[in-house]
């Protein structure tokens, strides 16, 4: 498929969307989240493709929304909003469910939704001189709201809290100091490291596992402990007769290296 606010390349069992509008900062419309629901289903669904690398353009990850996108939304009704709103949700929730690692490169800004963006990914991997982070939605009267729920589950509500409500800007140190991201390098070693990370998913890990991982992170929270217990019992019952976990007992106790 041909998209118009993005890059889309599959190869090497990775496949990288990048967000192709760096004259905007790689900022969000309408269009864009579209774009970016479809790619990331298309790469879920690619048999060949075992990593999912997201990563903007230019300067700039990705500044949240777009200023003619804002406005055009200033005029809408309630239903309206809440259409679009409800789209936006959808892409969050396909990041977040997918079955496959997603590894966000953030070499720029990642402000508002684009802060978002990055966070509901897997890993964030940030450039130490250029990335920056922050919710600033309340500096004009707007709120994170779809994204807070998946800020919270990755900071927790304290650090969120403070993200939230001063809608300050951190640069990439401190987003790694409060667990926004995985890991910071310098810019210039930003692309080795992805390769690194991407290379040891795809060539020491379980495509398999790795997405019946993402499924019960997906699912056990909100679970009191007993459906807790439930769930995860079934999960490592089911896991255990998978043909992956099979051929993976079997090579290690025949001290047998895997090829994944």
Not at 56 to 83: M, P, Q, T, V, W
Not at 224 to 246: E, G, H, I, Q, V
């Amino acid at each position: 498929m041909q998209f118009s606010r993005l890059l889309y390349e599959a190869s090497n069992r990775k496949a990288t969307i990048t967000l192709n509008r760096p004259e905007k900062r790689n900022a969000l419309d309408d269009i864009m989240v579209g774009e970016l629901i479809t790619a990331f289903i298309q790469g879920g669904r690619d048999q060949n493709v075992k990593v999912i690398i997201l990563q903007g353009a230019g300067s700039s990850f990705c500044a949240g929304a777009d200023l003619e996108y804002l406005n055009r939304i200033a005029k809408f009704d309630l239903e309206e909003n809440r259409a679009d709103s409800s789209k936006l949700a959808m892409l969050f929730r396909t990041i977040y469910e997918l079955r496959k690692p997603v590894i966000a490169v953030v070499n720029g800004a990642a402000l508002a939704g684009g802060c978002g963006l990055a966070s509901v990914c897997d890993f964030v991997i940030a450039s130490e001189e250029n990335a920056s982070f922050g919710y600033t939605e309340v500096r004009i009267g707007f709120i994170p709201a779809v994204v807070m729920i998946f800020l919270l589950k990755r900071v927790g509500e304290g650090r969120a809290r403070e993200l939230i409500l001063r809608g300050n800007t951190i640069n990439a140190k401190q987003a790694q100091g409060i667990g926004l991201i995985n890991a910071v390098v310098p810019a210039a070693e930003l692309q080795n490291a992805v390769d690194v990370l991407t290379n040891e998913l795809i060539q020491q890990n379980s495509l398999h596992a790795m997405g019946l991982c993402k499924e019960m992170l997906s699912k056990l929270h909100g679970l009191n402990l007993m459906d807790s217990l439930d769930f995860a019992a079934n999960m490592n019952a089911a896991a255990r007769m998978t043909p992956d976990c099979k051929q993976g007992i079997a090579a290690f106790l025949n001290k047998e290296k895997i090829h994944w």
